[in-house]
C-alpha cells in the first residue's frame, strides 16, 4: 500500500529534524547545570606532580557517607567536609610528609548498603580505618564486620545507643542518644507537658531517639497517649498524624531520619490544625526540612548537639565551607565530620602505618582533641565521646532565618529536672 | 485478562450476597461505633480521605477507560503520573527549596522533542496527508510534513530549555491554543443561530474575536510570571499524555498485532514502567522532593475539621475531570467509537472506525488523567521515583472496586478506598494503609471481580 511507503521516509525526515535539533542542544548547554555531587573516589588535589623526586606513598583510610537514601542531606555535605578537611591537611605537607587519600564509599544509610560499602572498602581498597557512618542504621549493620576483622570506624554521627556495645574497634564523635533521649524528655517535662504523642521514622536512629525520649518522659511520670511510626519512603503521614492530634497531646515529638520527612510532617502537623508545641531532634532542625516546612516550624524546639561550634576552628570551618560549597546543613555535624579526619590524621602521624589499626585504636583511646565542635574532648573505655553536649534550639520565624543562625536561636542547655 | 464473570458486587450467587451483606454491616458497624467514639477524628479521617480518594478516583477514570477499551494493562500509566509530577518539578526545580536539586539535563529535553515531533508528524499524515495527497505532489506534502513536525520537535526543545521564563517561551502556544479554542467555539455558537447564511460574516467574526482573545492570553502569560507553576502542570500532562500516545502507535499497535496473549503486553509495559523509573533515579536521584507550595498550607477549618485550599482544588479537578470525560464518552461521536471498540474491535474496524487512531486518542487520554493525578498527588505531599508504580496500584484497586470500564464506578472506587485506608487504619497503626487496600482488592478480585458497579 501507498502509506507503508510513506511510513519510513516520513520517519527519516522526523528523524533528521531531531537529529538536527539535538546538535542545535549540544551546542547551546555544553554544560548541563547539577547539584554538587561528591565523586565516588577523591583523589587528594595536592598531590605533587610525578618529578624525579619520588612521591610519597599516601595513607589510605576509607569514607562511608549516606551519600544517597534518606540521609542524602547531610551526607552529601559530610563527605565535602572530609573531603575539605583532607585537602587542608595536604595543603600543610600531609601528614608526615605523606599524603592523605580518602576513598569514599555510599552507605545509603541501611545496613545492608553499608555491609556492601565496608566489604568494598576493606577487601577491595584494603583499608583498616573507615570513618563513618552517618546513620545509625548502617553503623549497626557494619560495626559488628569491623570489630571481627579488627577495623576501626570511626563515626560522626552515628547516635544509636546500641554502639556504644558495638565493640572496641568502634568510636563516635557523635553523643549518644541516651543523652538527647534524658534532654527532650527532660525540656519536654519542664515546658509542662504532661502527656505527648510521638512520631518516628522506621530506622534505627530516629527509632532509638523515639525510645530513649519516651522512657524519659514516662520515668519523671509523663504518659504517651499516641505513637505512630513510617517507612523512609513515606511522603503522606496525615493519617498518623491525624490519631496523634485527636489523642490530644500536651506536645508532639518527631523523631526523622531524613530531612525530608522531618520538614513534610512538622508542615502537615499544622496543615492539621495541630497548633500545640512541636519537639524535635537534629534532622527535623536541618536547613531542607526547615525549608520544606516553611512557616509550620515556627517555635519548634529541637534538642541537638552544641550548634554554635563556638570555637574559633569551628567559626573559621563553617565560613570556609560556606564559601567552598555554599550548602550548609545540620553544621554540628560537618564540624564533627571535619574533626574526624583531623583525629585520623593526628593518629597515622603517630602511628605511621595506615594498615596498623590496634595502633591507631590505642591511639584514640589516648586521645584528647580540641577541634570544630569543642575543645578538649576524648574517648572512652567505650569509644563514647566525652566533654560534649547537647542544647536546645527555637527556630525562628521564616523571615528571620538566615544562613548564619541556621534558622534557629540557642534557648541554651537542656534543663535538669529531678 | 477480561472479567467474564457476571458476579457483582450486588448481585451475583449466594454466597457473594451473603458476603457482601455481611461486609457492608460490619464497615457500617465499624464506622458507626468509631464515629460515635470520637466524632472529630471521624471527620478528619473523612476530609484526609476526600483528599486522596480524588486522586485515586482520577487515577481509576484514566485506567477504567483505557483497560476497557485495549484490555491489557498498559502499566505506563504509573509511569505517566510520575512522569507528571517529575515534568513539574523538571520545569520548576528552581522554586523548591531554594534550587538545590535544580535539574536541566539535555538529553532528556532531545528525548521530549523527539517524541514530540514524531506524534506532530503522525497527527499531519492522520490528518491532512490523505486529503491533501490527491491535490498535491506527495513529496511536498511530506517535506512540509518533516519541517512542521521538526519545528514543533524545536519549539519544545525550547520550552524545556528556557524553564526560567517558562510564561514568556510558552506564550505563543498558549495564544495559540486560546485564539483557536475561542474561534472554534464562537462559529460553533453563531453558526447555529445565524444558520447557513452569514457563513462569511460568521468566519470573520469567529477569527477576529480568536485573534483578540488569543493576544489577550498571551500578553498576559508574559505580564505574569506567576503562571509559570500552573503552565508547567499543563505542560507536563500534554507531554505525559505525548509519550503515551507514541507508546501505543509506535509499540504497543504494533505488538498487539503480534501478541496473541495480554500477557505479552502486560509484560512489555511492566518493562517500560520499570525503565522510565530508573531514568527518573538518575536524572533526579532516588530521595523524595517537594514541589513548589501552591495556593498556601494555611488549613482551611470545616465543621471542626480541617483541609488545605489545594485538597479541595484537588477535589473539583476530579469533578471536573469525570464531568469532561462522561461527556466525552456518552455525547460525542468519538466517545461512541471508544465504547465501540471495547465491545468488539474486530467489528468497529469493519464498520469504519480507524481504530488506531482511537486507541491512540484514548492512550493519550488515559496518560494525561495519570499525569494529573501524579502533578496533584505530587503538590499534596511530594513525589519520588516510586510513586508511579504506587499510584498505579491504587488506581487499578479504585477501578477494580469500582467495576472496569464504569466510570462511575471509577468515581465511587476510588473515593471508597481513599476512606477505606484512613478508616481501615483507626485501630492499626498508620503502616498498615497499603496492607488494608491490598485485601480490599483481594477480596474484590475473589468475590466480587466485577466491582461494585458493572460495565454498561
Known sequence: MLRNALIPRMLISVLLGAVMVAALACQEDPTPTSPPQPTATAAPTDTPEPTATPVPEPF???????????????????????????????????VNGRPLNLIIEDSKCGAADAITAYNKL?????????????????????????????????SASATNPDIAEAGDYIFRTAINDNKLGVDTGNTMWADGARTIASINELTDYAEGVRRTTTERFEALGGTVSAAESYTSDATDFRSQLTKLTESNPDAIHVAAQSEFTGGTIVKQLRELGYDGPIYAESVVA??????????????LKAIIPSPDLETERGKQFLSNFRERYGFITLPWFLGSAYDDVFIAAECLAMTGDDQDADGFRDCLYDLTYSGAIGDDFSFDDKGEVVGLANVVVQVLPVAERNLDNQGYEILGAAPSVQ | MRLRSSRTFWSGDRRGRLLAAALVTAVIAYVGWKIGESPSQALQFGFNGLSVGAIYALLAMGFTIVYSTVWFFDLYYGASAAIGAYGVFYLRSKDALSGLHSVHNAYVNVLFASVVAGVVAWILYETLYRRLSH???????????????AAAGCYTLAVLHYTENLNVVLSPAVGCAAALATAWLVFKGLERVVGGAGRRIVVGVAAVMGLAVGAFAALYVVGEPGTRLYLSWVLSCLLAGVVGLALYRGLYAHMRERARSPLVMLVATLGILLAISAAIVLVFGSPARPLPDVFGSQPREIWGGTIKDFNLFTVGVAIVAFLGLLFLLKRTSLGRAIRAIGDDEEVSKVVGINTTVVISIVFFIGAVYAALAGVLSGHDTAIQPRMGLLLLLKGWIASVVGG???????????????MVEQFGIWDLAGEWRDVISFVLLILFLSFWPRGLLPRR
Open chain 1, 60 to 94: 589510605t583510610i576509607g569514607v562511608m557517607e549516606s551519600v544517597t537514601g534518606p540521609g542524602e542531606s547531610y551526607g552529601t555535605v559530610m563527605v565535602q567536609a572530609k573531603q575539605m578537611a583532607a585537602d587542608e591537611i595536604n595543603a600543610a605537607g600531609g
Open chain 1, 122 to 154: 576493606t577487601d577491595v581498597d584494603g583499608v583498616k580505618i573507615i570513618l563513618g557512618t552517618s546513620c545509625s542504621g548502617a553503623m549497626l549493620g557494619a560495626a559488628p564486620l569491623a570489630e571481627q576483622d579488627g577495623v576501626v570506624m570511626l
Open chain 1, 286 to 299: 536541618g536547613t531542607q526540612a526547615l525549608e520544606i516546612a516553611g512557616a509550620a516550624a515556627n517555635g
Open chain 2, 135 to 149: 491535490r498535491y505532489n506527495r513529496e511536498v506534502l511530506l517535506a512540509a510534513g518533516g519541517i512542521v513536525s
Open chain 2, 404 to 418: 472496569i470500564g464504569n466510570l462511575y464506578g471509577a468515581a465511587i472506587g476510588g473515593l471508597a478506598l481513599g
